[in-house]
């Protein structure tokens, strides 16, 4: 069969078509699910909220990690969600909140807030919070003061693997 030109543009479609889709694919993730947010001396990577239904009116945060890139310690005091006041809750089994003096960050050190490990807490939360939406909220640090951020909202499937139980302690 002899070559024509048509051949070539069906076989370059063929191979282009899949090849566009993966990189469509991969810039719609890096985009929405993997965000950042650089303030100051902070860097702070993929803060995300479990989606919950208009019944429940409790959710957890977390943060992928907050670097401290200047020469002093920060710390991670609170947060907040649709105005509603986080409870920073350390990684251990009783999910107690965290020392009164919130999350230290040393100069070149991290802090994560993963599944499994320290969260932020926020009950009393009206509405749905629908998976792949944003929602605003902010953290609150130290000396980095209140930072403004987006909260991309994730399947609550990723914050079931965090199976510590959910206390809030009240202080007499």
Same mark, same amino acid.
């Given at each position: ?81 649709? /105005?509603?006041?986080? &409870? @920073?809750? $350390?990684?251990?089994? %009783? !999910?107690?909140?965290?020392? *009164? ?14 599944? /499994?490990?320290?969260? &932020? @807490?926020? $009950?009393?939360?009206? %509405? !749905?919070?629908?998976?792949? *939406? ?18 991309? &909202? ?19």
């Amino acid at each position: 069969m002899p070559w024509k030109p048509t051949m070539l543009k069906a076989t370059a479609r063929a191979l282009l078509s899949p090849i566009a889709g993966v990189a469509v694919l991969a810039f719609f993730y890096s985009t929405t699910f993997s965000h950042e947010l650089e303030v100051g001396t902070l860097l702070i990577q993929h803060p995300w909220v479990a989606a919950k239904d208009t019944t429940n009116t409790a959710t957890t945060a977390y943060v992928i990690e907050i670097q401290n890139r200047g020469t002093g310690p920060d710390r991670l005091l609170g947060a907040s969600l649709s /105005g509603e006041k986080g &409870i @920073l809750q $350390e990684a251990d089994a %009783g !999910a107690r909140p965290a020392h *009164e003096h919130g999350f230290q960050i040393e100069p070149g050190g991290f802090v994560r807030l993963q599944p /499994g490990g320290a969260r &932020i @807490l926020f $009950e009393g939360l009206h %509405g !749905a919070l629908k998976e792949g *939406e944003m929602v605003k909220g902010t953290l609150e640090f130290e000396k980095a003061g209140t930072i403004e951020i987006e909260f991309t &909202i994730e399947p609550a499937g990723l914050a079931e693997e965090d199976d510590t139980p959910i206390h809030h302690h009240t202080h007499h």
